[in-house]
């Protein structure tokens, strides 16, 4: 009798893994094909993707890669320089001053300490868009639009970022040894870069992952305030590709060029996604 | 206790002011590159300005009229405030409501001892990487795939299940099934990861007594995940809720700027993004950021108690 209840809950065990196990490969599958359609697409020649659809690569990458560098619409090798330009200076200029304002805030006592915290808490939700038409006229009226600092800049002030940093701040840092820093004589700006970045350095290259990869496919505030071709990033450089008269392009270079913006973010997250999944949840609200 | 604490505070006179030093760059930063020109999006507002041509019109005070116009029937006979907030929350809803469901049930796959799942770091891996993705690029990739001459309609058309291509972003059913799909894939990863670290935050003991006292899994889930979950996935919805919001990147590109067909896939922010092209209507922009600026604050007010509650 026993057994028999055993051997039903063993049989319905199976299912359901079979059943979960086959919801996650479907989802799988789902997730990669795209971009695997993608890259064998970019791999093709244009007469070979007219003719008609297949899972096996082309022999074209290589022409394909040369044409879509040299297009002259496009420009992609400089829309590639300044997006990078733009991501990395970010996320360094973000990761170090969100680290340094949660030091501010945690670490010494000032009468309006609890304030700005709860200030920037209460910004952090604050969508970019809504100050977009006052920042979009002031770029105009100053003469500021194809100007890289101008998406550069703003990233010193990231709540969401400050929130993490802070977060991070109060669960590792013991103020004891900030004290025991000033008793051997050091002055406040050292303590914070020789002994506080140190101890924050896998927060900090959490947030300069995140960044970098948000900063490269931002398309929003960039499309509005650049237009010049040499200052263009690559997101605004696809947008134009969608614009422009469809059915008279070489697709496989179309194709090549995705790749080409969607690649750097794809090679970073195959390296450390360990880290950028971690990051994820450490990020956010606590259990 | 107290002693300690008195002493704390004799320390904070000497370096108080190091603690403003170290928050300036950040205040001045946001002031000058979000706060004003905030203030600046909302006085903007109250004022007709905007660009005909190579003559600039205004600014001319019109108090609450750029508002009334937004809420007024314009020529193509709708309500363009009203008929793009339905759009954006149609599109949201199309996206998120699978996404929350898939990532609830993955959440509670991969945090189960009795499933037992192998290979969790594998599939977290792939289904967090469109989260990752370009959103205009994959919009792109997207258009590209659906198109009349796409691989989609090969292979319709070779294994004959039409007799013709299908003009998928002809139709309102295709551009906004496409619109969802993309921001599902893009972010049902993410729901999931957070979710799961939820589960996992709540005491092991109690899973356990509950099954000693023979509770049935959906049992288990209704009376002890799902209330002790409620706070983060309250906080998950409403962020994913505030991104709805902000939706563009995808029917920007999707559908080029112009929300096809007949408007039916542009949302809130694709209405803000007409303004500030050629026309630099600051006016109507301004009216269109405070409205969007008002909704997010009412949903921030939420993750706001969440978040600042220790």
């Keep these: 009798m026993k057994k028999d209840i055993n051997k039903t809950a063993a049989i319905k065990l199976f299912i359901s ?29 244009n007469a070979q993707l007219q003719a008609g659809f297949t899972l096996i690569p082309g022999g074209n990458t290589l022409k394909n890669l040369i044409n879509a560098w040299h297009d002259t619409n496009i420009s992609i090798p400089i829309g590639m320089k300044n997006s990078f330009i733009v991501a990395a200076l970010s996320s360094i200029l973000t990761s170090y001053f969100s680290a340094l304002t949660a030091y501010g805030t945690y670490v010494y006592d000032f009468k309006y300490k609890k304030a700005v915290h709860l200030f920037i808490l209460a910004i952090m939700m604050i969508p970019s868009q809504v100050s977009a038409v006052g920042f979009i006229q002031l770029a105009f009226k100053y003469h500021l639009t194809n100007k890289l600092w101008m998406l550069i800049i703003p990233s010193i002030a990231a709540p969401a970022t400050y929130f993490y940093m802070r977060q991070y701040l109060e669960a590792t840092l013991p103020l004891e040894m900030v004290e025991a820093a000033r008793i051997d004589g050091s002055n406040e700006f050292r303590i914070f870069n020789e002994i506080v970045l140190p101890i924050m350095k896998p927060a900090i290259a959490v947030q300069m992952i995140f960044s970098f990869v948000g900063s490269w496919n931002n398309y929003f505030m960039p499309s509005l305030l650049l237009n010049d071709l040499q200052k263009k990033t690559v997101p605004v450089m696809i947008a134009t590709l969608r614009s422009a008269d469809f059915t008279k392009f070489d697709m496989g270079k179309v194709y090549m060029l995705m790749v080409m913006a969607i690649l750097p973010v794809m090679i970073i997250y195959v390296i450390l996604s360990k880290s950028i999944i971690k990051g994820v949840t450490s990020g956010s609200v606590k259990g | 206790m107290d002693k300690k604490l008195k002493s704390a505070e004799k320390r904070s006179i000497s370096y108080a002011k190091w603690g403003y030093i170290f928050i300036i760059p950040f205040f001045v930063v946001y002031a000058i590159f979000t706060l004003y020109p905030q203030i600046l999006t909302i006085y903007n507002s109250f004022f007709e300005y905007y660009r005909d041509g190579l003559n600039i019109i205004g600014p001319n005070f019109v108090g609450f009229g750029n508002y009334a116009k937004l809420f007024s029937t314009n020529m193509s006979g709708f309500i363009p405030i009203i008929k793009y907030t339905g759009n954006t929350i149609i599109l949201w809803i199309m996206g998120a409501v699978p996404q929350f469901v898939v990532a609830m049930l993955l959440a509670l796959f991969f945090t189960s001892t009795r499933l037992n799942i192998k290979g969790q770091q594998f599939f977290k891996t792939v289904i967090y990487m469109p989260n990752l993705i370009m959103a205009s690029a994959f919009s792109m ?72 006292d023979g509770s049935s899994s959906t049992q288990v889930f209704l009376h002890i995940t799902m209330p002790l979950l409620m706070p983060i996935f309250i906080y998950v919805f409403i962020t994913s809720m505030i991104g709805g919001i902000q939706m563009f990147d995808v029917p920007q590109v999707l559908t080029n700027g112009i929300g096809t067909p007949n408007n039916t896939s542009m949302t809130l922010i694709m209405y803000l993004n007409t303004f500030l092209g050629i026309s630099k209507n600051y006016g109507m922009a301004g009216a269109v950021s405070v409205l969007l600026f008002i909704l997010t604050a009412i949903l921030s007010t939420f993750v706001f108690k969440t978040i600042s509650k220790k």
Excluded: H
């Design chain 1, 17 to 45: 893994r079979v059943v979960v196990y086959g919801i996650l490969i479907f989802l799988t599958f789902l997730c990669l094909f795209f971009f695997y359609l993608m890259f064998i697409n970019a791999s093709r020649s």
């Design chain 2, 141 to 212: 990739l997207f258009f590209a795939m659906f198109s009349k001459v796409g691989p989609v309609n090969q292979i319709i058309l070779a294994s004959g299940w039409a007799d013709q291509a299908i003009d998928f972003l002809a139709m309102k059913v295709t551009v906004r099934s496409l619109i969802a799909l993309m921001n599902f894939l893009m972010w049902f990863g993410n729901t999931t990861i957070l979710l799961m670290a939820g589960i996992q935050g709540i005491d092991e003991s109690l899973f356990e007594s509950a099954r000693l």
